[in-house]
């Protein structure tokens, strides 16, 4: 969620930013250090909350519409976390890629349904959260690399809101989402890539490699940011929601991390 806002006063939420976003972090790295079940079932939580927020930002779509919308990720995402948390892992992919066109037709039955996005929600929430599972069981991934991604895209958004409301100057995208700046971006990517290439060697990567993996996931942390964004311009909110008091909801604190997430797996799969 990196805002990255210019021009604006200071903050009377950043309180309850801090407080809230050390409680994340904190929870965050409890999950990812126990690993298994209990990572699983934080992941499946996280994505009932999101995908429930997901569905309330399609205003114009039937109630019985936005039923499916959060019904179809929770379903689908959930068997495929599971699987890979089991000993089935190896489904995880053909359950999602199964179930992306039948929850596509089962909107299209619907009055008022929206097929498309029903379909694309169980891939945007399914895959990134059986990847997330599956890099911390992957002996290539484990803790480490999990909490350097979770630490990369945190300082990502957390240096784009800092150097945009200091530095302001030029929309980066103004209409989809006016606050964020070219500053932002490019404060984001660089602290990114700081912390990135000075944890790297703590994991044995060399610094160099793990600073510019750590600018490329800042780069496609703020494109998932930006998607979220349109999102919200298209319902008219400001926020996914209002659980995280200072963050918005829960989609707003993880549409970075979701693609994130995705292209360290490739990365990982990728790796001899």
Not at 41 to 56: K, P
Not at 90 to 108: K, M, S, T
Request: glycine share 16%.
């Amino acid at each position: 969620m990196a805002r990255g806002r210019a021009g604006e006063p200071g903050d009377p939420a950043l309180g309850s930013r801090i407080a809230s976003g050390a409680l994340l972090a904190a929870g965050a790295t409890a999950v990812v250090l126990l690993g298994g079940w209990w990572l699983a079932l934080a992941v499946l939580a996280v994505l009932g909350l999101a995908a429930r927020e997901w569905a309330a930002l399609a205003p114009a779509v039937s109630p019985a519409g936005q039923r499916l919308l959060a019904a179809a990720p929770i379903l689908a995402g959930g068997a495929a976390v599971i699987a890979t948390t089991g000993t089935a892992g190896a489904f995880a992919g053909p359950i999602l890629l199964l179930a992306a066109p039948v929850a596509a037709a089962a909107g299209a039955l619907l009055p008022g349904g929206a097929p498309h996005r029903t379909a694309w929600g169980v891939l945007y929430f399914g895959a990134p959260a059986a990847v997330f599972v599956w890099l911390r069981q992957e002996p290539r991934g484990g803790a480490g690399p999990l909490l350097w991604l979770l630490a990369v895209v945190a300082a990502t958004d957390t240096a784009a809101y800092a150097f945009g409301r200091t530095i302001g100057g030029a929309r980066l995208a103004p209409r989809i989402s006016p606050g964020k700046t070219w500053a932002g971006l490019l404060g984001g990517v660089a602290t990114a890539a700081i912390v990135g290439g000075c944890a790297g060697p703590f994991l044995g990567w060399p610094w160099a490699p793990a600073g510019a993996l750590a600018a490329g996931l800042a780069l496609v942390a703020q494109g998932g940011d930006l998607f979220e964004s349109w999102l919200k311009r298209c319902a008219g909110v400001k926020d996914s929601g209002a659980l995280l008091p200072g963050h918005g909801g829960i989609l707003d604190r993880i549409d970075g991390l979701l693609p994130a997430t995705l292209v360290l797996g490739l990365v990982v799969a990728l790796l001899p």
